[in-house]
């Protein structure tokens, strides 16, 4: 664990996430939303990286990954949403975390609903839990979830 800290703060000089096999396919921009990429090494960007970190939470270490979590999820949360829809174990303990901080904001952006209809193609039940869970939080919000499933059955057709 200590390895991983300490190669996702690493400058780009020193270590790299660029070369790993699975990558974040970056999108520009979504909807003219420029999207932070986060540490100049591409950490957030590494599929494996964000594989391997959700199995080590689910094996014990949940508090760890936590804390090498919170520079993402602070400053390139839309990149960690978009990175750990590719991710699938075996509960999700992770993924549904990053979701339940970072969903409900994409949803108030206007630009979100590309980001949202993204996530749909890559992973429908995560559109669906943070639909759940935005609705928990505000239950207000419900008007603009049917707002943006309205926008994403136009944009599927």
């Not at 957030?44 to 270490?61: F, M, P, R, T």
């Not at 303990?93 to 949803?107: D, G, K, T």
Request: charged share 15%; hydrophobic share 50%.
């Amino acid at each position: 664990m200590s390895f991983l800290k300490y190669a996702v703060s690493a400058p780009p000089e020193a270590f790299t996430f660029t070369h790993s096999a699975r990558q974040l396919a970056y999108v520009d921009a979504i909807n003219g939303h420029k999207l932070q990429l986060g540490h100049a090494n591409h950490a957030w960007l590494c599929l494996d990286l964000l594989d391997v970190s959700c199995q080590i939470a689910e094996a014990g270490y949940a508090g760890s990954v936590r804390a090498m979590l919170e520079y993402p999820l602070k400053y390139c949360p839309e990149v960690l949403l978009l990175a750990m829809a590719h991710i699938n174990t075996v509960y999700n303990l992770l993924q549904s975390e990053v979701s339940l901080a970072v969903f409900p904001m994409i949803m108030k952006n206007a630009g979100g609903v590309g980001m949202i209809l993204y996530l749909w193609h890559v992973n429908p039940i995560l559109v669906l839990r943070g639909f759940v869970d935005a609705a928990g939080l505000d239950p207000d919000c419900m008007t603009r979830i049917l707002d943006i499933c309205e926008e994403l059955k136009a944009s599927d057709l």
